[in-house]
């Protein structure tokens, strides 16, 4: 069987083609991104994880900014011995990434002792460099938060002129942006300063777990290691703690299902001194745990709860009818911690040496160390700062729209950041020398011709991989990351073989089995379409969903490891979920009944 | 009922008297004693075993004649030598009768263990005992026997399972091992019979990989020994001993079952259609295997080997617990060590592969 899989091979790059009437918008996307002949010799795979949908010109700032900072952390700050950085392509909207090895033996010599003089000074100094970090991040977030608002004064204020400020406004547009765009690419910077650290000692501890217990499952050790109050939770848990609140003022009635967030606040406001008690507390839990948004911050439509309050408000009538069902609304965080204790205990009681239980030792107590920063930095990269950051971005497409050069805010993520910047001068210009700018002329067709190319590669399923299947995988960033893997490789070349069969195979996240009408959700905007008892069927399934996991039976995602957040929230939910099948998304049709396996991840399609 | 030096009630029995009981009757009583459900029962003894050897030696001690086999004899010859002996030897152990006190001692204990029901269903098993006593080898060399029903047919099959030790198969396992005689005896274990709804087997260990954190099950519809002696594929469970999680179901296609036969005895019945595919435990039920299967473990200190009935009520029987064997006699290297410091574990990770 491996014999026939070996002589397979994805499609190359080289023969995917740009859809037809989409030429102009592929060709907008930076020449960097772009793939050539030579990219045919490599191995690619779509990276869905992070990118489900065809990304904006914008948003692939996103994908630069990530990997310029990944691949400086592995490539030339820790030296991870064995790989590089990941290089990054885009075709159809869709971004395929691929890695660089290092084969060499006496690099990887060379390397491994660059490694040890920089990562081994970062394990034994990591609490104090992770105390560092939030400190650098916090101030990163404060810089952002005190940007000035982005406009443009007819005539510069007097007040500038009397104190000499001797810079005029259109000036600070420039500085505005290329500190907006500084400090997102900062922001990556910090994002991956710990983070292949963290996930390597989480990885080994884990692959010693497989070499003692071969047959225990990826939950279960990420259940030994998995923290319970990271940030990350923070958000779900203050919506718990405003239903209970709500309760307790008495105003749990004010919020019902049904009713737009501005009723409900217009509402509690008339109800005087306990609805205006719980509008305090709803202030409390916005700033800052509202600054998470309902994507996994790649995309500048992932809006944050602060900004579309639908979200948390869709979810409150849920928790609070679970708390007058008398169902403790808290997580139980002793309790969870007293059960990881145990679950490590009795592990290690199994163990078959003493040597084995104390290198067991050390390894789960270097992984302990490590997680706080793996599940924390979410919360302050991808979603508090992002927010700010498209938030700011947007600032600009309300001032540009209104000088004309698209007719909607949004539009402003139509153009790369390149363009972005060319319209933010062509504007300075226009405001200096009283001309018209030239950009309303330019942009509108171009804006309107590359929204229609969105919209149409979003209706194309695109390939999982690309290239030469390589013999094996030893990236330790793609394991870890996206959980590639030869096997689940040869999984995706063979999917095709069996075009009729029912069951679609992934990786066990969450044990249990539920059946269910498929709910198959491929963007943000369609979680509206889930209800009670369905089976979410999505490309990633995403953390900040959390409040959606009340209403599911069980979830199913493309792409994704057992210690994805998803993994993690649908075991607190006590929720079946199967996540890297590669392939749910495309073979389950929406409003099929299927049978989640969350112990064996097997997803079974009952029609 | 009252032990003595023929026969012992099974709750009188620890794992000590096993050369005394054999190793089946020994595990049953350590069993019971730690509260684990067996159906009752009692040990016909090897003291009674020797005795009734003993009347059965008329010139020369079978023992003796069965170690002289095999001398200096070549393969075929030495099949036909064993042969002989064996039918000889067999045929003395069921045509002898019984001394009298012994007769009336198991009828007695026959009686209480039927309680108003002369004909309740009974499981007359072997219960071998070597010098080592560590004698899972031995498994499935002598003769077990259920649904036995009635006193007569008790007394008989008692004597097949001695004979059962003279077996050409057992005989020629003894020789082939150069085994003392001395040291090899046949107690009999008798208990209730359990009417099986579901049977099968546990491991408390992998016998795929010998990991010892998950458990394997194999269970079928009906009596047990479809599954011992590979006449059904069974359904297949794996779940971790520590979490419970079910991480294999395999539910096979169970085309027939062992039942009881209406006038005692075992028939081979086609499974109805409806239950072929139908999985044979519940996950409550599996969920109780793994409870006792982890109880029986730490009790014994080591992974095991057991076998297991649930009767027509759900109630979870124990039939047999041995130490498992086959992994447990490899040479056990850690996995990993510590290091100096425990940093230096990540090169495991980033130093790629060796």
């Known amino acids: 069987m491996s014999t026939t899989v070996k002589a397979r091979r994805f499609p190359l790059p080289s023969s995917l083609e740009v859809i037809a009437g989409t030429e102009r918008a592929q060709a907008a996307y930076p020449y960097y991104m772009q793939f050539t002949a030579e990219d045919d010799e490599r191995f690619w795979f779509y990276n869905s994880m992070h990118f489900p949908a065809p990304m904006c010109l914008f948003d692939t700032i996103t994908a630069e900014a990530a990997y310029c900072a990944l691949g400086a952390a592995n490539t030339r700050v820790h030296c991870l011995p064995t790989t590089l950085g990941i290089d990054y392509r885009i075709i159809n909207g869709r971004i395929y990434i691929g890695g660089n090895g290092v084969t060499d033996p006496a690099e990887i010599a060379r390397r491994t002792e660059e490694f040890k003089q920089r990562a081994f000074y970062y394990y034994g100094n990591w609490e104090r460099l992770f105390a560092h970090w939030k400190d650098k991040m916090m101030a990163l977030i404060r810089d952002a938060q005190r940007l000035p608002k982005v406009e443009i004064p007819e005539l510069e204020p007097l007040e500038h002129v009397y104190a000499g400020r001797g810079v005029a406004s259109n000036h600070y547009l420039l500085d505005i942006y290329q500190k907006t765009l500084e400090g997102y690419y900062r922001m990556w910077q910090y994002h991956f300063e710990f983070l292949l650290l963290g996930y390597g000692a989480y990885l080994t501890f884990f692959d010693f777990c497989k070499k003692a217990f071969p047959e225990i499952s990826d939950q279960t050790v990420a259940r030994m290691v998995a923290g319970m109050q990271a940030e990350i939770f923070r958000p779900d848990d203050e919506l718990r703690r405003l239903a209970r609140r709500a309760i307790e003022l008495g105003v749990d009635d004010k919020i019902r299902e049904g009713s737009s967030p501005g009723e409900i606040i217009k509402s509690l406001e008339q109800l005087g001194d306990p609805g205006k008690a719980w509008l305090k507390e709803l202030a409390v839990s916005r700033d800052p745990w509202f600054n998470i948004n309902v994507g996994d911050g790649f995309y500048h439509y992932h809006r944050s709860w602060n900004d579309d309050l639908s979200m948390p408000f869709a979810a409150l009538p849920g928790y609070i009818a679970n708390a007058k069902a008398g169902q403790r609304l808290e997580r139980p965080i002793e309790k969870l911690m007293a059960e990881r204790k145990k679950l490590i205990e009795d592990y290690r009681e199994l163990l078959n040496t003493d040597e084995d239980r104390a290198a067991y030792d050390q390894m789960i107590g270097l992984a302990h160390r490590v997680f706080p920063y793996v599940e924390g930095h979410k919360f302050y990269c991808e979603h508090w700062y992002t927010n700010l950051f498209f938030n700011k971005i947007r600032e600009f497409g309300v001032l540009l729209s209104a000088h004309g050069f698209f007719p909607d805010q949004e539009d402003v993520f139509h153009l790369t950041h390149f363009e972005v910047e060319a319209a933010i001068v062509d504007l300075m210009t226009s405001w200096s020398n009283g001309s018209p700018p030239r950009g309303p002329s330019r942009w509108p067709p171009i804006v309107e011709e590359r929204k229609a190319a969105i919209a149409e590669w979003t209706k194309h399923d695109t390939a999982p991989a690309l290239g030469p299947v390589p013999d094996i995988i030893d990236d330790p960033a793609i394991v870890m990351l996206w959980g590639i893997t030869r096997e689940g490789l040869d999984a995706w070349l063979t999917a095709g073989d069996q075009p009729d069969s029912n069951e679609i195979k992934g990786f066990a996240a969450s044990r249990g089995v539920a059946e269910g009408v498929a709910r198959v959700v491929k963007s943000v905007d369609e979680i509206g379409r889930l209800r009670q008892g369905d089976i979410l069927v999505c490309q990633v399934t995403n953390p900040t969903w959390a409040p959606i996991f009340q209403k599911i039976a069980a979830a199913v995602s493309d792409i994704g490891g057992s210690m994805s957040h998803a993994a993690i929230v649908a075991r607190e939910f006590g929720l079946p979920a199967v996540v890297g099948t590669g392939t749910a998304t495309q073979k389950i049709k929406d409003g099929q009944r299927v049978r989640v396996d969350g112990g064996r991840g097997v997803v079974t399609i009952l029609g | 009922m009252r032990s003595s030096q023929n026969l012992s009630s099974l709750a009188d029995i620890t794992l000590a008297d096993r050369f005394a009981v054999g190793g089946k009757g020994g595990s049953l009583g350590e069993l019971t004693r730690a509260g684990i459900a067996v159906p009752p029962g009692f040990v016909v003894r090897t003291g009674a075993f020797e005795r009734f050897l003993a009347m059965l030696e008329i010139e020369k001690t079978i023992r003796s004649r069965v170690e002289s086999l095999c001398q200096n004899q070549t393969d075929e010859d030495e099949l036909d030598a064993i042969t002989a002996l064996s039918e000889r030897v067999r ?90 005689e001395d040291g090899v005896a046949m107690a009999v274990v008798v208990q209730q019979m359990v009417d099986a709804r579901t049977a099968g087997v546990m491991f408390t260990r992998s016998p795929l990989t010998g990991d010892r954190s998950v458990i394997t099950i194999e269970a079928t519809w009906g009596l047990g020994s479809a599954v011992v002696s590979g006449e059904v594929t069974p359904d297949r469970f794996v779940i971790a001993k520590i979490t419970g999680e079910i991480s294999v179901r395999d539910i096979s296609d169970k085309h027939v079952q062992h039942l009881p036969a209406p006038s005692g005895g075992v028939d081979e019945v086609e499974t109805p259609d409806e239950m072929r595919r139908v999985p044979s435990v519940s996950d409550d039920e599996l969920a109780a295997l793994r409870d006792i299967g982890r109880k029986v473990e730490r009790h014994y200190g080591r992974p095991q080997d057991i076998e297991w009935a649930i009767d027509r009520n759900g109630k979870i029987l124990l039939l047999q617990s041995r130490p498992e064997t086959v992994w447990s006699a490899k040479a056990v290297n850690p996995v990993a060590r510590p290091a100096e410091s425990p940093v230096s574990h990540v090169m495991n990770i980033f130093g790629g592969r060796r």
């Not at chain 2, 198991?106 to 039927?114: P, Q, S």
């Open chain 2, 91 to 180: 045929a003395r152990f069921e045509n002898v009768a019984l001394p009298q006190d012994l007769q009336s001692e198991i009828l007695g204990a026959h009686a209480e263990l039927c309680g108003d029901r002369l004909d309740w269903p009974l499981a007359v098993r072997s219960s071998a005992t070597t010098e080592d006593a560590e004698d899972a080898s031995f498994a499935g060399l002598q003769d077990t026997y259920l649904w036995v029903m009635g006193a007569e047919a008790t007394l008989k099959y008692v004597r097949s399972c001695w004979a059962s030790l003279y077996s050409v198969a057992s005989i020629a396992y003894r020789r082939k091992h150069r085994m003392r």
